[in-house]
């Protein structure tokens, strides 16, 4: 059987002009794939639930939770869902319980310019809500969707300066935040990888090639989501853009952290297209 994805935009920085939906910095969407129903990331607020209302989607039958990495752009609306869940099935405990996917490092404290922009939600919370998997090893959901786990940083120009980032560990140390919990997500279509990020803290380069090594497929369908790709220098986006046009896109959805004249150099290297709270993709 063909293996087929459903991916629905339920929180985004735009919208349609004729819709009306909720927009913010933040992301998330619904992956439905292989039976599962998959929510991944919870944007900066509760907005992609009143998104998903809008919609006419139930995030009450939610099988999987994944997170991106743990910026509150992307788990700030996990307490909005923790009360949904609790209002909408009183007795969770006795039916079924969501399993939370994460890197080992998403629900440690952080910090940029002395500010809190990490998750409010502590892991042993969580662990009280969900069945936890933290992972920096690959976690297959179903037979043809992946979550990466801890990016090998092997192209050295997307090595970035975390420069007042800052994280904790549970023993109290500080350290320099490097995001190595920056993850994504692979999804084996018949047409090649359809890998759906976050941030790209770890930079899509580097995401796409431990996809391909994970999934052991070298072809590449489509790129959805955060690229985080805002001012960097010439040189980066050239090696970026030859990267890509490398992988002969079908298409390049990028969206959230991605700015318009990153777009406007990275539609010269590949087939860019829109993203918009609301969209609905059949791969």
Known sequence: MTPRLTLTVLIENSSFMDRDFCVETGLSLLIETGGKKILFDTGLSGMFLANAEKMGI???DLDVIVFSHGHIDHTGGLPTLIRHLTDTIPDQ????VPELIAHPRCFWPKEKDD???????????????????????????????VFLGEIPRSFAFELGDPGTRRIYHPDGKIEPDHLLDDTALAFRSADGLVIITGCSHAGICNITEYAREVCDEKRVRDIIGGLHLLSPEPKRFAKTG???NRLHLSALHACHCTSLPAKLVLAGY???HEVSVGMKLDL
């Open 270 to 272: 590949c087939p860019l």
């Open 115 to 145: 500010r809190k922009n990490g998750s409010i939600v502590s892991e042993e919370d969580v662990s009280q809500q969900f069945a936890v998997t933290v992972s920096a090893k690959p976690v297959w959901i179903t037979d043809d969707l």
């Open 58 to 60: 139930s995030l009450s």
């Open 93 to 96: 405990k006795q039916s079924h």
């Open 242 to 244: 030859k990267y890509l």
